[in-house]
């Protein structure tokens, strides 16, 4: 078998000169596919690194027998293993003879394998942590062994030095390049070095510190853009249900006037009708006293013809005796002011509606402010300027604390010890005294707040606070959905987000509060003869807003009323 093998067999003296011609096939384990490591042969007479027949025969314990793997020849007992000499050093030859004069399958400008043995492969992944390169066969160690799988792979790149031809293991910080031993101690003597892999493991360091920070930005403008998409979400679904609501509003106000457009002309025709049908009745009356007014002038004159004085006597007592005097009708021409009283009353409704619907128009469409549509208004200085957007605010029932008596057209808030009788409304605060307003407060309002007693919050709010129990989010300042102004007797607090600020200004029982709420911009001022500012926010409001009033004091009848300005 050998014989065949080694062709030609060389005499001893061409031993020096001539190298065996080795076949490399036959020379490979049949387990591994690899050349022979520690060859061994078993009594069947194949050969096989002593490693892998000894893991095939382990394998084998089980089942009581052991075979050869190729022949499938089997042995009761396992064969004891000794080392082929021969094979050993006819395999050490084969290794020398394609180390000497095997060619690479990779190209000059490829970076070949540094594990193959022989005839090298094309490398397609370098390791930063190895600092070597690996084709695809010898690269798969990589994926299958646990400390490796760590290791960071690259495209292929050469780490042999071209000066010296030794492998760049170390990095010149000085010159931000990859160096071998003999260049440390020449052309960068003096210079920072580090070993590769120690530069490697502090670049990743800083790679991984970067990447945390993008994947935290990232996550932060996901968690914006998610915020965004959630606030256009519910801006659309607001509008559409605004439009929805203000459309049936809009539509009954209609219906309503409809309604009392056609009871004014059912009331005008009956009114009508009453009153022709007895001017009717009088007039055939008239008409018939005429027919017979007429008859009698007609025989009147007849009797004046009369030439015959005995017939002229004869007839004048009858004639005379029908002479009465006419009956006498007198015709109501001041009814006729009926219609006129009837017409000034729809004008003046026509009047009233034309101002609600011009004065008010700022809180049922502020948007075109906010949109700038219009040109953009001076803020205003004085207290005639702020008037300018003066609103009527009237408080909700249902979001009243059952010890809040609201008075004086639902503008006025007393503190009672006696709970009133409200219904459980889901809206109504059920640990603290307070109460909002009707009103969704957007674009620019005004308005005023006369307070009486030991302490009293003047507030804006979200509709979306929180109404049940006594924790902060349900309380006016102590949240991010409430802002307010603590008014006590010698003293102002401003309350948001459970954050107090001390306010210091001139004390009085009437308070003033401006929203600007396409600009974010909320006010309180004191209201004496002068008008002082106390406290302003510079802010961004998400959604429209109510005014609210909180009333402290359990043993005191304090009280909060929305002024009713002239």
Known sequence: MLMKLIQPLPLRGEMAQKPVQLEREAFCCSICLDLLKDPVTIPCGHSYCMNCIKTHWNEEDQKGIHSCPQCRQTFKQMPVLKK?????????????????????????????????????????????VCLASYCEKHLQAHYESAASKK??????????????????????????????????????????????????????RALKVRREEIQQRIHDREKDAKLLREQAEAIDRSAGKAVEESEKIFTELIRLIQKRSSDVKRQISSWQETEVSQFTELQ???????????????????????????????NYPTLSALVEPPHS?????????????????????????????????????????????LPPQPDPKSRADFLKYFCKITLDPNTAHTQ??????????????????????????????????????????YWEVEWRGREVSVAVAYKSISRAGRGNECVFGRNDKSWTLFCSLNSYKFWYNNIQTPISGPQSSRVGVYLDHGAGILCFYSISETMTLLHKVQTTFTQPLCAGLWIGGLLDLSSAEFCKLR
């Not at 394609?98 to 492969?121: M, T």
């Not at 009356?285 to 004869?314: M, P």
């Open 404 to 445: 809040l008596l609201l008075s004086e057209g639902n503008r006025k808030a007393n503190m009672t010890k006696k709970h009133q009788p409200y219904s459980g409304h889901p809206d109504r605060f059920t640990g603290w005294c307070q109460v909002l307003s009707r009103e969704r407060l957007t674009g620019r309002c």
């Open 84 to 128: 082929n000499t021969m094979l050993t050093v006819l395999v050490e030859q084969l290794k020398k003879t394609e180390l000497q004069a095997a060619p690479s399958d990779a190209r000059s400008e490829d970076v070949a394998c540094d594990v193959c043995v022989g005839r090298k492969l094309k490398a397609v992944k370098s390791c930063l």
């Open 329 to 373: 009708f007198s015709i109501d021409v001041c009814s006729l002011r009926y219609f006129e009283e009837v017409l000034a009353a729809v004008a003046e409704l026509k009047h009233k509606l034309q101002n609600i619907l011009t004065n008010q128009w700022t809180n049922i469409s502020p948007t075109a402010t906010d949109l700038d549509v």
């Open 284 to 314: 055939e009356k008239l008409e018939l006293e005429i027919t017979e007014l007429r008859g009698e002038d007609s025989d009147l004159e007849q009797l004046l013809n009369t030439e015959d004085h005995i017939q002229f006597l004869h």
């Open 151 to 204: 290791h960071r792979l690259v495209d292929p790149f050469r780490n042999v030095c071209s000066r010296h031809d030794e492998a760049m293991k170390l990095f010149c910080r000085t010159d931000q390049k990859c160096i071998c031993y003999l260049c440390s101690v020449n052309e960068h003597k003096g210079h920072e070095t580090v070993s590769a892999a120690a530069e490697v493991a502090e670049r990743q």
